[in-house]
C-alpha cells in the first residue's frame, strides 16, 4: 500500500513540469519591432493617418483633443511616428508640447508616457516647430532644429547638452 | 549647370541629412531620381561623362548611411540603387554612342536626299515645259518619253533614299521598339521631325499622282509601276507602325489633321520646320494614307483604261472591265461568242493579244494583285485554242478550193488535149 502510494507521488511528481510547460503560452524572444526609419503621416479628413509601408492605420482625434484641446486640430497636419525596438509607437508633430508613447494593445493604442519637451521645473513649455525622430537603438532621438533629446518609453535620457535628466 | 544645381542640392541635404534619418532617405532619394532622369534625357557623351561624376559623389556623399539606407530603402539596398543607376548609365552610353553615329549617316543622307529634291525640282519643271511642248508638237514623242524615263528613275531613287533614311532612324531600335525607353522613343520622334520624314513621304507619292496625270505611261511600264507603287506603300505601313509605337510611347499621337494642313517639303522642305525638336508631336499621317491611295488607284485606272484602248483602237470591242476578273470575263466572253458566232478572230488573237497583250501588257498582267499568272496562262491557253481552230477550218478550205482547182484544170486539160475520135468505116 505504501509502495503504491509513494509510486503515485513519484508520477506526479514527475509530470509536473510537463503539465506547467504545456499549460504555458508559446513566446518568441528577442523581436526587434523597431522602424528603419520614421513614417510622416498626413492625417486625413475623417482623422485618421494610415501607414501603408508598416500596416498602421488609427484614428488620432483623442490624440488631437489631448494636445489641442479640439477634435479638428490635427487634419491636414503631418504627424511622425516611430517604433522602438521594444515595440512602444513615439508620435510628435510640429506645434506638439509633448511626445507621445503609446503600447500596442487589442485594437487600440495606449497611452503608456506623454513626454514634456519643456522645462518642467522652470514651467516653460516648448512647442516643437519641426520635429524629426531616429531610431537609435535602444532609444529613439527627437530632433527639432538645434533642439535634441535622446528617448526611452519612460522619458528623456539625454537632452542636447548630453546631461541626462 | 544641372549638375551643378545637382552637387548643391546634394550638399545642402547632406547638411540636414546628418540630422534627420527621413530627409536623408529622402534627400538620398530625391538625389537618385535627378540623376537618373537626367542619364535618360542625356544625348551626349559629354553629358553622360558629368553625369558619372555625380553618381560617384553620390555614392561618396551617402556612404556613411550605407546601413540605414539598406533598411530604409527596403527591398533595395543602397548598393543596388548605385548599381542601378550605373546600368542605366551604361546602357544610356551605349544608345548615345548609336544614335550619334547614326546622326552622321542620317546628316548624309539629308545631303543627299536636299540634292535629289532639288534635281526633281529641275525635272518638274521640264516636265512641265515637256508636256507643253508635246501639245504644240515640237518636240518628237521620243524625246519626250526619254525625259519622263529619267523623272520616273529619279521619283524611285528618291523614294528609296527616304526609306534609307528612315530605316537607318529606327535602326538602333528595329530589334524590340517596345522595350526601348521613353526617352529613346522621343529622340526617334525628334529625328522624324527632323527629317521631316511624314512630308517626305506625302511628296512621293503625290508626285507620283502628278507624274500619272501628266504622263502617258507606257504599256511595258506598267509592271515596274505597280511593284514601286506596292513597295512604297508596304514600306511606308511598316514605318506607320513604328512611328505609331513611338507616338504612343511619346504620349504624342499622330493625330487626324484638318484637310489640306499637310506641308509639303518640296521646295525648300529638307529643311526642318521651325519649333520642330520642341514640338513633341508628329506630323499628321491619314493625308499620306490617302495620297498613297490615290496614287494606287490612280495607276490602276491608268492601266486598265490604257488595256481597253489596245482593243477598242482595233474595233474589237469587248464588255467594260476595271480589274483582273472583270477583264478575264470579258475575254472569256469574247472568245466564247467567236466560237459560237464563227466571227473573224485575226484582229484579236494576233494583232492584239499576240502583239501587244503577251508581248507588252503581260509582265504586268501576272502581277498576283492584277490578274496572276494562272489566270492570264489560262486566258492565253483560251485564245490559243480558238486561233487553232480557225487555223484548222482554214486549211481545209484551202485544201478544198486547191483540190477544185486541181480538178478543174485536169478535166480542162485533158479535154483540150485528146485526139479527135476517127470513125472506122
Known sequence: ?????????????????????????????????????ESALTVSEKNTI????????????????????????????????????????????????????????????????????GNTEKDEPVRLADPALNQRPPNVELLDGKLRHLLSPDGIIENEDGGSK | MKHLTLIALLNWTLAFSQQSDLETKTSFEAAY????????????????????GSIDALEARYAEHRAFLDRALHPETFTEKIEKLRALHGLTSERVYLIQSQGITISEYEARLASLTQRLDSLTSDRDWLFAELRESKKSLADLRQKMRTLSKSLEARDRLLFALTDSI????????????????????????????????????????????????????????FEQQQQFKSKWMGLREKMNAVALASSSPMEEAPSGSMKSAGKGGSKPRKGADSAATLEPVG?????????EKKLRTSFWKGLEQEFSSKHVSLQPFQDGQSFAMSVFEYVDSAKTGGRDVFVFVNDIWKDRIDKHWRPALEKDFILGKQNFATLDKAISELDEKKFDMKFILYILAAAVIGLGGWWFFTQRKRPPKIQQA
Not at chain 1, 501603408?52 to 486640430?73: I, K, M, P
Not at chain 1, 497636419?77 to 510628435?92: A, D, S
Not at chain 2, 503625290?206 to 496625270?213: A, G, Q, Y
Request: glycine share 4%; aromatic share 10%.
Open chain 1, 1 to 37: 500500500m505504501i509502495k503504491a502510494s509513494r509510486d503515485i507521488f513519484l508520477l506526479l511528481i514527475r509530470s509536473t513540469p510537463a503539465f506547467f510547460i504545456s499549460c504555458a503560452s508559446l513566446t518568441l524572444e528577442n523581436v526587434n519591432f523597431g522602424w528603419p526609419v
Open chain 1, 50 to 117: 494610415d501607414d501603408v509601408r508598416y500596416g498602421l492605420t488609427c484614428n488620432v482625434a483623442s490624440l488631437a483633443v489631448e494636445e489641442f484641446q479640439d477634435t479638428s486640430a490635427l487634419k491636414g497636419k503631418i504627424l511622425r511616428v516611430l517604433r522602438n525596438p521594444q515595440g512602444y509607437y513615439f508620435v510628435t508633430g510640429a506645434g506638439f508640447n509633448y511626445v507621445y508613447v503609446f503600447g500596442p494593445g487589442e485594437g487600440t493604442l495606449s497611452l503608456h508616457k506623454s513626454i514634456s519637451m
Open chain 2, 33 to 52: 531620381r535627378s540623376i537618373a532622369t537626367e542619364i535618360d534625357a542625356a544625348t551626349s557623351q559629354e553629358q553622360l561623362d558629368s553625369l558619372q
Open chain 2, 170 to 225: 529606327f535602326l538602333p531600335y528595329d530589334k524590340n521598339l517596345t522595350q526601348t525607353t521613353e526617352i529613346q522613343k522621343e529622340a526617334v520622334v525628334r529625328k522624324l521631325l527632323k527629317s521631316n520624314v511624314v512630308a517626305r513621304v506625302y511628296d512621293i507619292a503625290s508626285d507620283n499622282v502628278k507624274f500619272l496625270e501628266v504622263t502617258q505611261v507606257q504599256p511595258s511600264d506598267y509592271a515596274s509601276m
Open chain 2, 287 to 295: 493625308h499620306v494614307d490617302a495620297v498613297i491611295d490615290e496614287w
